[in-house]
């Protein structure tokens, strides 16, 4: 069986961290577990995600003192045992399909021994309206092979500056690419 676990680090994230743990909930392939890790928060974040535990039990809530956000996935990671692991940020929003889309391809045996699968993204505002001007890297999709190397140079916000803006995979349900190893 496929399993999945998906893994929220996330610190002071109570504007929206309801966004991204429903996103989740939402999903056409339910994960096995949502992990949100907790990286000492002072704001009310603690409190929805007490919430959120109680009401759903697929949801695992871990409090950790702050550390930043590699940290909080490592805990996160080490609190998983399923098959598969997928980030989402606190702050990120998932299309309905996205488990769904991207176990397909990991199943599909054409593309060989996978690493990992990533996704296009759209931009969003703080309330979730598609920026269309803003500033997107440009990746070479066509790229095969070991393209871990190339992904780390890829700045998040050309500016250096991320605003008021949020990514969101809700857009591009349908741009997934396979990594092989």
Same mark, same amino acid.
């Given at each position: 069986?496929?399993e999945?676990?998906?893994?929220?680090?996330?610190?002071?994230?109570?504007? =929206?961290?309801?966004?991204?743990?429903?996103? *989740? !909930?939402?999903?056409?392939?339910?994960? &096995?577990?949502?992990?949100?890790?907790?990286?000492? +928060?002072?704001?009310?974040?603690?409190?929805?995600?007490? +919430?959120?535990?109680?009401?759903?039990?697929?949801?695992? =809530?871990?409090?950790?003192?702050?550390?930043?956000?590699?940290?909080?996935?490592?805990?996160?990671?080490? %609190? %998983?045992? %399923? &098959?598969?692991?997928?980030?989402?940020?606190?702050?990120?929003?998932w #299309?309905?399909?996205?488990?769904?889309?991207?176990?397909?391809?990991?199943?599909?045996?054409?593309f060989?021994? !996978?690493? /990992?699968?990533?996704?296009? =993204?759209?931009?969003?505002?703080?309330?979730?309206?598609?920026?269309?001007? /803003?500033?997107?890297? $440009?990746m070479?999709? +066509? *790229?095969?092979?070991?393209?871990?190397?190339k992904?780390? @140079?890829?700045?998040?916000?050309?500016?250096g $500056? +991320?605003?008021?803006? @949020?990514?969101?995979?809700?857009? #591009?349900?349908?741009t997934?690419?396979?990594?092989? /190893?």
């Open positions: 069986m496929d999945i676990d998906v893994v929220i680090p996330v610190y002071n994230g109570e504007p =929206y961290i309801n966004e991204a743990i429903d996103s *989740v !909930l939402q999903q056409t392939f339910k994960p &096995r577990r949502i992990i949100v890790v907790d990286d000492g +928060s002072t704001d009310g974040t603690p409190k929805l995600l007490e +919430s959120y535990q109680t009401l759903y039990p697929t949801v695992k =809530y871990v409090r950790k003192s702050n550390a930043g956000l590699s940290s909080a996935r490592n805990v996160g990671i080490l %609190s %998983s045992d %399923s &098959r598969y692991v997928a980030f989402l940020d606190a702050d990120d929003v #299309h309905p399909t996205k488990l769904e889309k991207q176990l397909h391809v990991f199943r599909n045996k054409s060989g021994n !996978l690493g /990992f699968i990533y996704c296009d =993204y759209s931009n969003i505002d703080s309330l979730g309206a598609p920026l269309v001007n /803003f500033p997107c890297f $440009e070479d999709f +066509s *790229v095969k092979g070991n393209v871990f190397q992904l780390l @140079r890829i700045p998040a916000y050309p500016d $500056e +991320s605003g008021n803006i @949020r990514t969101a995979f809700r857009q #591009h349900p349908d997934c690419r396979a990594v092989s /190893f």
